[in-house]
């Protein structure tokens, strides 16, 4: 939950601030979701739309180190099977263009 409202439930809120060029707000809700989700992911991966939502938030910004954070956060919190695919792709993209 966050503020009240699952996670889930969030994803159109985070596409609207993105529309209505509230990028802070919407990394506040990115955010609130990827703490959400690493609660309840049991042993599982987190859901990985949020990761890449507040990447994406900040190469807008022009936050280049805390877009590497956030895809590292999610990759050292993914068990190790299930760790390759688009935030590892986007992170690797990243660090090769260093």
């Known amino acids: 939950m966050v503020n009240g409202v699952h996670y889930l439930e969030l994803v159109e809120p985070i596409k609207q601030l993105k529309r209505e060029g509230k ?8 955010y609130g979701a990827i703490e959400a989700a690493e ?3 049991d042993g599982r991966e987190s859901a990985p739309w ?14 280049r ?24 792709e986007r992170l690797s993209k990243l660090l090769g263009s260093s």
């Open 50 to 63: 949020y990761t890449e939502q507040a990447a994406i938030v900040h190469r807008k910004l022009g936050e």
């Open 65 to 88: 180190d805390e877009e590497i954070a956030v895809l590292r956060r999610w990759i050292e919190f993914a068990p190790a099977d299930r760790r390759d695919g688009r935030i590892s």
């Open 39 to 41: 609660r309840g992911a």
């Open 23 to 30: 990028l802070r707000e919407a990394l506040v809700l990115c």
